[in-house]
Structures are given as C-alpha cells and as structure tokens.
C-alpha cells in the first residue's frame, strides 16, 4: 500500500478517532444495547487505522475517479479538436 494521505492529515485521523473512540465507549458502557455506540466505535477505530498506515480507500477510488473523468474530458478536447479540421 503506498500511502495516499499526508503526515498532517493522519495526525489529524488519529485524534478525530481516538476522540470518537473514546467518547463512543463511554456511552457504550452507560447503555450496551445501543448498536450505534458500537457502530461509532468502530468507525473511529477505522480512522485510527487509516491515520496509522496513511491509507485511505475511499480517497484511493475518488482520485482514480478524478483521474478517468480527466482523462475522458481530455480525450473528448482531443476529437473535438480532430473533428475541427
């Protein structure tokens, strides 16, 4: 995996997971059937994580997204341009 986000930006992750993690498990243990408590904090411990490796997927499909929509405009200017003369 090579990594896809910057140093600032996992800092970043890892503090935003850390605090969604703990602010999550702390309600959990008030009210351990609430699903949601355990569902946020396994989406602050996927931030963790993706702050540690500095591996994104969802930022990994958005910037090939990016990439092919470019590459399309760009080959739809290139006909354009053939179709001009």
């Known amino acids: 995996m090579k990594p896809n986000i910057s140093?600032?930006?996992?800092?970043?992750?890892?503090?935003?997971?850390?605090?969604?993690?703990?602010?999550?498990?702390?309600?959990?243990?008030?009210?351990?059937?609430?699903?949601?408590?355990?569902?946020?904090?396994?989406?602050?411990?996927?931030?963790v994580a993706e702050g540690i490796t500095?591996?994104?997927?969802?930022t990994l499909l958005m910037q090939n997204y990016i990439d092919d929509d470019l590459d399309s405009q760009d080959k739809k200017k290139e006909l354009t341009m053939l179709n001009q003369y």
Not at 9 to 15: E, G, K, T, V, Y
């Open 54 to 58: 500095r591996f994104c997927p969802l």
């Open 7 to 47: 140093l600032v930006n996992a800092l970043i992750r890892i503090a935003c997971g850390l605090t969604v993690i703990s602010w999550s498990t702390a309600r959990l243990s008030r009210r351990p059937h609430h699903s949601s408590y355990l569902f946020m904090t396994m989406m602050g411990a996927l931030k």
